[in-house]
């Protein structure tokens, strides 16, 4: 997380927020305010159980806030289609702790390897061929591929080293809107009542992931984002 981006979803937070808590709100999803500069380690373990549990949660990452549940929780994918209204063509995202675990979940020859590593942690999302652990309906059902990404969050972050494996995600980004959800308090009004936990750490930017396609020889870049185009021109 770069410093501006960081101390102001700080300010953000703090002037929102007493000390952490967890809230109940009615029928709502449980709400976690987290501190987004120094995650509070028992929230970030309480957030985890519900996933755990088969839950979908909404956090913050450095592009937008974004829809996140477990590897093998298929059953949360129709709920993030029919939230998001997207159709089967849709790739879905691997939010990695380091490259190290992304390494698992898809194939990259050297050039790749080293051009994300340059370039993450950061706001890019890659598409990538998957290796067989992906499950299935995961994939872009022509290609096989997968979206992947490390991003540069500290809730993000904090996530996906206490899941111990990849946070399967989705941008934020709801029918009609022109970017993706960037407040906490934000989501949880709008989507608060659809998901099972909403992860409030303040501000973050409202700038998609730059989408760069790595699985030819010659890198495209499918959408401009927050990430810079020139390493991959």
């Known amino acids: 997380m770069c410093a501006q981006t960081g101390d102001r979803s700080f300010r953000s937070w703090q002037v929102r927020h007493q000390p ?25 373990s ?8 088969g839950g979908v949660i909404a ?20 709920r993030i289609k029919q939230l998001r209204e997207l159709d089967d063509t849709h790739h879905f995202t691997l939010v990695c702790h380091d490259l190290g675990q992304l390494s698992q979940f898809v194939e990259m020859s050297n050039p790749v390897f080293r051009a994300i590593k340059a370039a993450t942690p950061g706001p890019y999302t890659f598409i990538l061929p998957a ?9 872009s059902p022509k290609r096989r591929t997968v979206g992947a990404r490390i991003p ?24 009609g809107d022109d970017e ?18 909403v992860v409030d750490a303040g501000e973050c930017s409202s700038q998609p992931t730059t989408v760069v396609d790595l699985t030819s020889a010659v890198a495209e870049v499918l959408r401009l984002g927050a990430g810079d185009v020139a390493p991959f021109e």
């Open 131 to 139: 290796t067989k652990v992906v499950p299935k309906k995961l994939l």
């Open 180 to 197: 993706p959800l960037f407040e906490g308090w934000m989501v949880n009004d709008r989507v608060g009542s659809a998901v099972d936990a």
């Open 152 to 175: 540069d969050n500290k809730v993000a972050q904090a996530l996906v080293a206490e899941l111990g494996e990849p946070l399967m995600s989705s941008t934020l980004l709801l029918p």
């Open 46 to 53: 309480e957030v985890v159980r519900v996933l755990r549990d």
């Open 20 to 44: 952490a808590e967890l809230t109940i709100v009615g029928f709502m999803a449980r709400l976690f305010e987290i501190h987004p500069v120094d995650p509070q380690a028992r929230l970030v």
């Open 59 to 78: 956090y913050p990452t450095d592009s937008g806030y974004a829809l996140g549940w477990s590897l093998g929780n298929g059953a949360a994918i129709a």
